[in-house]
Each structure stands twice: as structure tokens, then as C-alpha cells.
């Protein structure tokens, strides 16, 4: 229900159990470090290297990415699965096993294969190089040692070819077209020495691509033909497909370290976060200094296990300095049944240390909220189902928990306001059915107001109690009292039939907003700004109106079910398969709305929070806490 007590944590212990000394902390789990001041208290802080770790966390978690399941789960079996536990003490064995040795070899495999895979490219290249010369039906050693003549193939526009012939014919010169594409031509040429200049003075008119052999003369053994060299190129190219496919059997077999790889980088990835969590350290010759908080709630267990770790290490456990304010890393304590709408709050920013929590009253808005725009008994029976199954099944920690109980308490908020206000599937619930926005959203849209503005006077008095902590007694109560006063008693001195207390009410609240808003000792300019500031009487009623949303979105909901439902019944009397265009006509139509429904149900109830609520009393701004602990991607350390 508020913001969790910290203690200050410091220690003063031998260097040469600072590792070993951090690595129980992770175990522990409860307590964060900071970095300390090194140049103000003169230590050296210890640079530990982290880069082997990370280039073999990296090395690791490709080869993990690559390599097969050895036992393969699909679709929803893999994503259920929870994950593999360890127990903690097995974190030095683990690092016994030769993954070096293994991820090494497996690298290896892969060299040769990107390499066979970097071959073929090549000599596809070359095919696409000499597949237009096959109709070359000539030994290609008859087409080099001419001492007399010279013998050019050239790459020309296929525009181009007969005023190229045109021209080489009026020169004593042979031309032969080798082949033709849509837009290209291969040509070879034959013309004595003495007219080089001008042949080439003849091709420098088009645009044109020399064609050279050379490089394959020296791969000629006898009379071989462009046809030839494409057959051995074939072969070469069908030789390294075959490697590749041997090497990749090889690397298959390695699917057996994959599971033994999955510990070895969790507990690498826990070394690393041990030796950065080391190096935050002040270090002296002889000593270590490491400094921190600790939750006030486990700050004996902490004192207790420290004296079972070493008796020499000298642990300092205090309240935080006013100083230390900004510094005070913030922790969310609600009931375990409030716990999911942290995550609202989270997505917010965290609150100030010393401020308001506002998980605790936002909840039981924000149920009703996601309710109210959804209002589907059937989706929210579908939501609570799945996420209760998600985590039955998966078993998830942290954040994936709190989130997917949250879905299930909104499934349970719709499968409530589905029942009372609205149907199951698009098919009303007639005798449980209170309000029927849809034929009369009136009552639904008094509702609406009604719960905003119960949720608008909350925010006032949170706001007065955030002013009450601050010290300003006289603005908590005249001016922030003043509008707890103002609105309820201006609400009601209309809806009664104007009663005279209630209007005395309206008039005192208003007073000690225009008297005690503005700080100014001259009384006209006070006078002024506190009728200025009543004017913000407007934001109140704006803030109101913008609940109205809450009927919209319902009204969404449920009229895109019932068109989903009269569109399946349309369906049903086609011949032959309506039966079965109804089914997907309502299946994936109820699909689509639940989708968007929640989509929007979230999104703007969240933004009333946001918005609305949050806007008068709540300041983000704080630093999580970030305890040392166990850390893992693929596995689970237990105790």
C-alpha cells in the first residue's frame, strides 16, 4: 500500500573475499550496490575485466540459437515450457564442462561450411558468366596464341549488333555472333594486328564489355569447351553441396551440448554480473568498501546471514540521509492481490521516494474500467481461461506473472460487467442484463461520470495529502480541501433540489480556493489570482466528461459482436458449406473483437490513470531497485 522503507547498506570486508562476498549477495538476492564516490573518498575502484565474458556470452548464445532441440516442442507446447532448473550449487560444476572445447569445434564446422556456401556463390557467378558463350562450340585453346591476329569476345547492346557488324565488315575483320539475349549480344571478332587501333576506334562508339578468357587457360588439360568447363563446374558446385551436407550432420550432432550450453551461459552471464557488480567496489590495498540498500524488512536477515558468511567483514545498516534523498531506489509494497496493477504504475514510471503510491487505488478503478469498455462475459471468460492455463503451465516469474494476473483479473471484471450490462459471444444475458447500453446508454453514461468523478475527488485528496507531507498545511487544506468541499456540494446542491446548507458549502469551498491559492501578499493580486485559479473548476469538469469513454467503447464491443453474430447467421443458409463460413465468420469475427476490444480497454483505461488520475498528485521519477542477484535467460537457478 505504499512505497517499501530501505536501509543504508555498507560494508567494509578483506579484498580477498570481495568475489566471493558478492557472489552470496547474488544468492541472496535482497540487496543492490552502488557505485561509491572513488575520487572524493580516494580509494580505486576495481576495473575488472568483462570482456571475455562477454565475447564467450556471445560465442555461446549463437551456438545455442543454431543447434537443434534435441527433444523438439511446437508452437504452444514450446512457448509453455517452463525452464529447466538448476540448483545454484551447481554453478561451478557447470563451469568445469568443456564448452570452450565444444562451442570451438562447432565454429570450426561453421567456418567450413560459409566457406563452401562463399565457393558455390562463386561459381554460380562463373556459370552465369559462361552460359552465354555456350554456343562457343570450339576447343578454347584454339582461341589464345595467335601471333598475327587478335581475337576479341565482347559483351554489346543487342540495338546495337547490326551497325557493329556494319562497321567491323567494312574493316577486314570476322564477326560472329555467339549468342543473343533480349537485350544483349555476345559477339567475337577476328582481325589482324595491324587494325587494332581501328577496331577499337570502331567498339569506343558503343557501349560495350570486353569478354576474357584468361583466366581458364591455364585450367585446360586438352580440347575442352565452354560446355566442358560448366560440367566442371557443376561437379565442383554438387561436390560442395554434398560437404555442406555432411558438415551440417555433424553440427546436428552437437544438439547434445545444447542444454549443457544453456546452464553454462546463465551461469557465465552470472559471473559477469558478479564482476560487475564487484567493480562498483572502492578498493584499498588490504580492503574492500561496497555500499548499497537493502529493504528495511530484510535488513536483519541480511546482518544475520552476513555474520554466517565471515566474521570479518563489518556491515553498517542505517536510515537514509536527507541528502541521500534522489539516491533511494523505490520498491512497490501491495497486497499480493494488488501486486498485477503494478504493472499500470510501472508503465507510468515509478514514484518518488517519500511519494504516493498509487497502485492501491488506481486497481479497483481500473478493474471496473476494462470492464465497463469490454463488457463481454464470453472474451473475458476466454481471457481469464488462457492466462490462467499461461500460468499454470509455464509457471512465469516477475514481470510475465504479474501481467498475465492481470489478464485474469480482467477477464474476471468482463465476465462480471459482460453478465450485468452487456452478453456472452454478442447474445444478451436478458434477465441479468441492468443496463443495456444499447438500448438506452443513458444510465450507462451516468455511470461512467458517476465512477469518474469518484475517481477525480480520489485524485484531489491524494493531492491534499501530498501537500499535508510537504508542509503546506494551509494549501492542503484550504485550497485542495477547498475543492473537495466545492464540487461534491455544487453536484449535489443541483441533483437536491438546491438545498441551502449544500449552497453555503459550494460558497465556503470556493472562498478558501480564491483567499489561499496565490501566495502573494497584496490582497488584490491575491484576490485576482484565486479567481483565476477557481477557473480550473473548468479542468474538473473536462477531466469528468472524458469518462464518457467508457460508454463508447462499450457500445463498440458489443454492437461489433452482435454484427459478427447476424453475419454468421447469414451465412448458415448458404447451400452446402454455410454451415461452415459460419463458423469462421464467428470464430475469427469474436476473435478480431476481443483483439481490439482489449487493445482499446487497456489503452484507455490505462490513459484515465495516466491522464486524469495521475495528473493532480502523482510524481514519477524514481529508481527501481535493482538487487544483485541470480539472473537467467534460459534456465532457472534454485536453492
Not at 221 to 228: L, N
Not at 373 to 385: R, T
Not at 608 to 634: D, I
Request: overall charge neutral; charged content about 20%.
Amino acid at each position: 500500500m505504499a512505497i517499501a522503507a530501505v536501509k543504508r547498506m555498507e560494508v567494509l570486508l578483506p579484498r580477498t573475499e570481495l568475489e566471493g562476498f558478492v557472489s552470496y549477495l547474488q544468492e541472496l538476492g535482497i540487496a543492490q550496490l552502488d557505485p561509491l564516490p572513488y575520487e572524493e573518498l580516494e580509494l580505486a575502484s576495481s576495473p575488472l575485466e568483462l570482456t571475455e565474458y562477454e565475447r564467450w556470452l556471445g560465442r555461446i548464445n549463437h551456438v545455442i540459437q543454431n543447434l537443434p532441440e534435441t527433444e523438439p516442442k511446437k508452437g504452444l507446447e514450446k512457448l509453455l515450457a517452463p525452464k529447466p532448473k538448476y540448483s545454484a550449487s551447481l554453478r561451478k560444476v557447470l563451469l568445469d564442462y568443456g564448452y570452450q572445447k565444444v562451442v570451438e569445434d562447432y565454429e570450426a564446422l561453421e567456418a567450413k561450411r560459409a566457406q563452401l556456401w562463399q565457393n558455390i556463390k562463386q561459381i554460380e557467378k562463373e556459370e552465369e558468366f559462361l552460359k552465354p558463350l555456350l554456343a562457343l562450340d570450339a576447343p578454347l585453346r584454339h582461341l589464345t596464341g595467335f601471333d598475327r591476329c587478335q581475337l576479341k569476345m565482347a559483351e554489346v547492346k543487342r540495338e546495337d549488333l547490326e551497325n557493329i557488324k556494319e562497321q567491323l565488315t567494312e574493316q577486314p575483320a570476322a564477326v560472329s555472333v555467339i549468342s543473343a539475349e533480349k537485350n544483349l549480344a555476345y559477339i567475337l571478332v577476328i582481325y589482324h594486328q595491324s587494325l587494332k587501333e581501328e577496331i577499337e576506334a570502331i567498339f569506343s562508339g558503343f557501349k560495350f564489355t570486353y569478354i576474357s578468357l584468361e583466366s581458364y587457360f591455364s585450367r585446360l588439360k586438352g580440347d575442352e569447351k565452354v560446355s566442358d568447363l560448366l560440367a566442371q563446374l557443376e561437379q565442383q558446385k554438387s561436390r560442395a553441396r554434398e560437404e555442406i551436407n555432411e558438415l551440417e550432420k555433424q553440427m546436428t550432432s552437437f544438439a547434445v551440448h545444447r542444454s549443457p550450453l544453456m546452464a553454462v551461459y546463465d551461469v557465465l552471464l552470472n559471473e559477469k554480473q558478479k564482476l560487475a557488480a564487484a567493480s562498483l567496489a572502492g578498493l584499498t590495498e588490504k580492503t574492500a568498501w561496497l555500499a548499497g540498500w537493502v529493504p528495511a524488512s530484510e535488513a536483519d536477515y541480511l546482518a544475520e546471514r552476513v555474520s554466517r558468511f565471515s566474521q570479518d567483514i563489518y556491515l553498517n545498516l542505517r536510515e537514509p540521509k536527507p541528502e541521500e534523498r534522489d539516491d533511494i531506489p523505490v520498491i512497490l509494497d501491495n497486497p499480493e492481490v494488488i501486486k498485477p496493477f503494478e504493472v499500470v504504475t510501472t508503465l507510468y514510471g515509478l514514484p518518488r521516494p517519500g511519494g504516493i503510491d498509487p497502485t492501491i487505488y488506481l486497481a479497483p478503478f481500473f478493474f471496473v474500467f476494462v470492464g465497463l469498455c469490454l463488457s463481454e462475459g464470453g472474451y473475458g471468460l476466454v481471457m481469464a481461461l488462457l492466462s490462467l492455463f499461461y500460468l499454470k503451465k509455464a509457471q512465469p516469474k516477475g514481470g510475465t506473472r504479474l501481467f498475465m494476473t492481470l489478464l485474469f483479473y480482467l477477464g474476471l471484471s468482463n465476465m462480471i460487467f459482460g453478465t450485468l450490462f452487456g452478453g456472452w459471444f454478442g447474445f444478451p444475458i436478458k434477465p441479468l442484463v441492468l443496463i443495456d447500453p444499447i438500448k438506452n446508454p443513458i444510465p450507462y453514461l451516468i455511470l461512467s461520470l458517476a465512477l469518474g468523478f469518484i475517481q477525480v475527488m480520489l485524485s484531489t485528496f491524494l493531492s491534499l495529502v501530498k501537500e499535508f507531507r510537504r508542509g503546506n498545511k494551509v494549501t492542503a487544506i484550504a485550497v485542495k480541501g477547498g475543492w473537495l468541499l466545492l464540487l461534491p456540494s455544487l453536484l449535489f446542491y443541483f441533483l437536491l433540489k438546491q438545498p441551502p446548507l449544500l449552497g453555503i458549502l459550494t460558497l465556503v469551498g470556493a472562498a478558501g480556493i480564491v483567499f489561499f491559492s496565490s501566495p502573494s501578499r497584496n490582497i488584490f493580486a491575491r484576490f485576482f489570482n484565486g479567481l483565476y485559479a477557481l477557473y480550473g473548476i473548468t479542468n474538473y469538469f473536462s477531466d469528468t466528461l472524458s469518462y464518457s469513454r467508457l460508454l463508447a467503447l462499450g457500445l463498440a464491443t458489443g454492437v461489433i459482436a452482435m454484427v459478427v453474430n447476424s453475419l454468421a447467421q447469414i451465412a448458415w443458409g448458404f447451400p452446402f458449406i454455410g454451415w461452415l463460413v459460419a463458423i469462421l465468420i464467428f470464430a475469427g469475427g469474436h476473435l478480431f473483437n476481443l483483439a481490439i476490444g482489449l487493445l482499446g480497454a487497456f489503452v484507455h483505461s490505462m490513459r484515465l490513470q495516466f491522464v486524469e488520475f495521475f495528473g493532480r498528485f502523482y510524481e514519477a521519477g524514481g529508481k527501481p531497485f535493482q538487487p544483485v542477484k541470480l539472473v537467467n535467460k534460459y534456465i532457472e537457478f534454485i536453492k
